[in-house]
């Protein structure tokens, strides 16, 4: 369904035309979970990571009202340096994107508008570093703040290649969430739910594929039989970049009492902890982070071109 806010770049329409592999990949990661220059250089090695892969890396955002699949080198500047002309970069999740795009705003894409502004290019693939889900219980009683990434798997046909879902996160609740909405969790190479910047330990992902070929023949079957759900591919981090789990995890208990005591809510939680999480562990998670989001690139540019060989709706 082709309408005038969508703009894809000349090289991914390309490449969708002559059936090769493409990879999408979304910009909150870049202005608003790392700072600069760092998420320049690990959004840059994200596009390396998938051309290398034989496939066509799509970086998604909102640009000046317009929604952008496929961005040039000076636009990742422009959503790297945090700020523009056209003031702070905001946040676009699903509920953001209409008046985004009506008031001519320039914004980066979670996982779940990015999700959305793929399947619009037809686009099967996006890799990141972490879901959104459900956040866990404050000290004022349980949290409803649950990330529209969850809404989107549910609904958009995505396969979302991440090492799970932040580990900031309730994760069992996430799991859970997931299971009720039909989307299955996939785990590259493994039996349990990677946690970010750990492999993982002890909740089991719904199948495991030890292949990129395996997991491409899921996503054909998945989506062939008419299901019209997201797919998480979770794809953990390396051994030799795993965060020490001890200095993690008191990182993060520190950084939820922060966010607390400083009121932080809604759309601010997931950067304000992944910050704090950062300075914590002395850069640690950081290292942590690009290391399994460039593996994270790599791992959908070989599931998206195991896909191309596969028939898809
Ligand atoms: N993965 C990362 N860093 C991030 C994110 C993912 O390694 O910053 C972003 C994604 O864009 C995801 C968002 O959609 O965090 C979740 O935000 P929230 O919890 O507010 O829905
Ligand atoms: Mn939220």
């Known amino acids: 369904m082709a309408h005038s806010k969508l703009v894809v770049a000349s090289d991914v329409a390309a490449a969708l035309t002559s059936g090769r592999a493409v990879v999408a990949l979304e910009t909150t990661i870049i202005s608003h979970g790392m700072s600069y220059p760092r998420n320049l250089e690990t959004a840059q090695a994200c596009e390396m990571a998938i051309r290398d892969a034989g496939a066509v890396p ?26 523009d002309h056209t003031g702070r970069i905001a946040k676009v999740s699903l509920r953001d994107l209409g008046a985004a795009l009506a008031q001519g705003k320039t914004g980066a894409t979670t996982v779940a508008a990015t999700m959305f502004a793929a399947a619009q290019a037809g686009i099967r693939v996006f890799a990141t570093g972490g879901i959104g889900g459900a956040h866990r219980s404050g000290q004022t009683g349980p949290s409803h703040d649950i990330s529209a990434d969850l809404t989107a798997l549910a609904t958009i046909p995505v396969a979302v290649v991440c090492s799970g879902a932040k580990a900031i996160l309730d994760l069992d609740r996430t799991v859970e969430a997931l299971e009720t909405l039909g989307v299955p969790v996939i ?5 349990v ?3 970010f910047w750990t492999r993982g330990g002890d909740l089991p992902v719904s199948f495991r594929c030890d292949d990129p070929a395996s997991t491409a023949a899921i996503l054909s079957a998945h989506w062939g039989c008419g299901l019209t759900s997201g797919v998480v ?9 795993e965060a020490d789990p001890a200095v993690i995890t008191a990182a993060i208990e520190s950084g939820l009492a922060a966010v607390t005591a400083a009121g932080v809510t809604g759309r601010d939680v997931t950067p304000f902890l992944l910050a704090h999480v950062a300075l914590a562990t002395d850069g640690a998670s950081l290292e942590a982070n690009v290391a399994l989001v460039v593996h994270n690139a790599a791992t959908a540019g070989a599931i998206a071109l195991a896909l191309t060989k596969r028939a898809l709706p």
């Not at 929604?67 to 000076?74: C, E, M, P, S």
């Not at 591919?233 to 390396?238: D, L, R, S």
């Open 187 to 191: 785990g590259q190479g493994t039996d």
């Open 58 to 83: 799509a970086t998604v955002a909102i640009l000046d009202g317009n929604i952008r699949v496929g961005l040039a080198a000076t636009d990742l500047e422009r959503l790297a340096s945090g700020t």
């Open 193 to 195: 739910l990677p946690e």
């Open 233 to 241: 591919v979770a794809n953990p981090i390396p051994m030799s970049d």
